[in-house]
């Protein structure tokens, strides 16, 4: 599976971005697709993910009811739809994919993931 992330940019507080993840490959196989990201002198952190077959979601606390991930099943695509952005959401921002079975929890740790895109740039000014 191969994994193309797009959609950074930069935005003032307050606006908003929406990520895109392109899978291409054995995206038939994929259980489970996420965003994680990663600030400057940070870890990595979990952002969302989202369950392929039915479209379950899970979030972080610091984003839950500003950001929405979503998938088109048709376009082998999850997006993460980001409103209201502080400029604590500077990061860069990578999309990853398993064909694993993962419990909500386990699929918050990255180091769990089978594929990763990119990355992709969003700074947020204040």
């Known amino acids: 599976v191969q994994l193309q992330a797009s959609g950074g940019g930069l935005v003032q507080a307050g606006g908003s971005l929406r990520l895109s993840c392109a899978a291409s490959?054995?995206?038939?196989?994929?259980?489970?697709m996420g965003w994680f990201r990663q600030a400057p002198g940070k870890e990595r952190e979990f952002v969302a993910h989202i369950r392929w077959s039915d479209g379950l979601t899970y979030y972080a606390d610091s984003v839950k009811g500003r950001f929405t991930i979503s998938r088109d099943n048709a376009k082998n695509t999850v997006y993460l739809q980001m409103n209201s952005l502080k400029p604590e959401d500077t990061a860069v921002y990578y999309c990853?994919?398993?064909?694993?079975?993962?419990?909500?929890?386990?699929?918050?740790?990255?180091?769990?993931?089978?594929?990763w895109g990119q990355g992709t740039q969003v700074t947020v000014s204040s």
């Open positions: 490959g054995r995206t038939f196989s994929t259980y489970v």
């Open positions: 990853a994919a398993d064909r694993r079975y993962k419990s909500l929890s386990a699929a918050t740790v990255g180091t769990g993931y089978e594929y």
